[in-house]
């Protein structure tokens, strides 16, 4: 148990499904990130959130839509998503200052059909 | 790229032997960390090394640091079968906001 907590672990949606992944952290971090892992690929930064406030956004795809409503939460809005967006989404928080460790939840393993 | 890259992609080695993976990278850095992952599961903070350090001991974890050559070791000593996992590398690329950047990681599997 790390702290940080994502729902669900797998889900599977279709090209035309809108669904959400949502992450929680009991940690008192002030900053909460996306990331995505795909199969012999390197994890990719996709969303930086601190106090709350988006300040980073890696040239993400506008079908991925993320949401930060306060610190301990994240959510990870999906729509018309493509085959090739089928990876491990992980959800980390970190103190989001230098020198800090990451703490991440055990992902949701997303499919798309 | 601002990423780690770390070399071997797999290593396969037996219980007791010592396993060494590596780490290069692009960007100045604060500091670099590595992270192990059992297989679909989330990333777990091993060791974070300062850029003004060049060596750190956690338990049977040693892991340098030459950023002259912008590179890092992790070394793993007397494994064991449960060290079986991927280890990653991150890097703060300069940032002091806490966001990491990672690699591809190395397959580790240690036989019994």
Known sequence: ETGVTQTPRHLVMGMTNKKSLKCEQHLGHNAMYWYKQSAKKPLELMFVYNFKEQTENNSVPSRFSPECPNSSHLFLHLHTLQPEDSALYLCASSQGALDTEAFFGQGTRLTVV | ????????????????????????????????????????????????????????????????????????????????????????????????????????GTQLTVWP
Request: charged content about 20%.
């Open chain 2, 1 to 104: 790229s601002q990423q780690g890259e770390e070399d071997p992609q797999a290593l396969s080695i037996q219980e007791g032997e010592n396993a060494t993976m590596n780490c290069s990278y692009k960007t100045s850095i604060n500091n670099l960390q590595w992270y192990r992952q059992n297989s679909g599961r989330g990333l777990v903070h091993l060791i974070l090394i300062r850029s003004n350090e060049r060596e750190k001991h956690s338990g049977r974890l040693r892991v340098t640091l030459d950023t002259s050559k912008k590179s890092s070791s992790l070394l793993i000593t007397a494994s064991r079968a449960a060290d079986t996992a991927s280890y990653f590398c991150a890097t703060d690329a300069g940032s002091t906001l806490g966001r990491l950047y990672f690699g591809r």
